[in-house]
């Protein structure tokens, strides 16, 4: 068989990359190549992969450096049974991509991942090569995030955090039976180990350069993972908790989630179809809730319906206020902060203003309106000088006239 192309590879591999949904690029150090030193700059705008914290929009190349392994993950396309085109990149032919995509204003960083090829220990020095060339050889100051792999000794993947901005080691699934029944060549314990060795490392660098201004930079990014939903039989509130364990023991950046898709020639054990995409989205609903929001992992979880998944037709807030509604109705002019975020249709920006604004002045109805983008789903929770809800808060088809409509769509409407 004749060698594939650059090209051809980088179709093969950007193609198996995208089963990964952990390439934001928020958080890490701003470098840049002014004053006509390095190449390339963590602030820039470009093609749109991932959009920062201040909405800045993140551009990256997101590629495995090979599709090959010798796993044999159920869940995965790549897999050592899976019959696919395989494709493997060189460190230097990343490299080479990298720069020219940068140069082009394609791209403002890179994302790579790889599968396991001859042992986790190769494939990691591979990966750290890439990493190693464009910081050391030709002074990349771009985006960095390396996938690494918790198998790998800690020495490389130390090494790693030293060049990336962002690590990650995915867990995969929720929960352990659920990892040693797909995926018998990984192990729970030794994902978590590696996890807190880069924590560790996080944490002693970051005090290393408080006290010394040269002392080197470990992932400025932080870490993060990835959980698979859906492949599994387990319900959002085992993802919800696994989260929460999570974020508390090894400081992750994020945690992101990522909807079983069936693949060809897929194992017996896997389902056969994906669960609905909006239950990835109420996972990442429920993940803002804890992070900003300041619901506790056992509030989210009863949000969720017998069954232990979040419903599908409200978010989990309001959920969470329909089961306990003797919360409700807060007064917008007297709440503290905390009450103010439990409100269904409140923000942080929205709650932010209304505190602002009832230092001058008693909110009124209109007010609140003018302060937040629906006043329909935040009137049955809030009272103000000339508002106070009375029966609505309780009635039993609040849930009905709160949910979002379904609208059947016409492919040729004007």
Known sequence: MSARTILQKLEILAD???YDASCASSGTAKRNSMGGKGIGSTEGMGICHAYAPDGRCISLLKILLTNHCIFDCHYCINRKSSNVARARFTPQEVVDLTLAFYRRNY???LFLSSGIVKSSNHTMEQLVEVARILREEHDFRGYIHLKTIPEADAEIVHQAGLYADRVSINVELPTDSGLTRLAPD???????GAMGKVKSDITELKDAHKRFKHAPRF?????STQMIVGADAASDADIVGKASRLYD???LRRVYYSAFSPIPDASAVLPLKRPPLIREHRLYQSDWLMRFYGYKPAEVMQATEADGNL????DPKLAWALKFREQFPVDVNRASKEQLLRVPGLGVKAVGRILASRRHRNLRLDDVARLTQSI???????CTVDW???TITDRADLRGLLAPKTEQLELFAA
């Not at 992932?219 to 870490?223: F, K, L, N, R, T």
């Not at 419903?311 to 409200?314: S, V, W």
């Not at 329909?376 to 809030?382: G, I, L, N, S």
């Open 376 to 382: 329909a789903k935040v009137r049955p929770f809030v």
């Open 311 to 314: 419903p599908l037709d409200i």
């Open 249 to 251: 023991s090894f400081g």
């Open 388 to 390: 106070r809800p009375v």
């Open 16 to 18: 198996a990359a995208k």
């Open 107 to 109: 791209i403002e960083g």
């Open 186 to 192: 990984k192990d729970a314990r030794q994902i978590e």
């Open 219 to 223: 992932a400025p990014a932080g870490q």
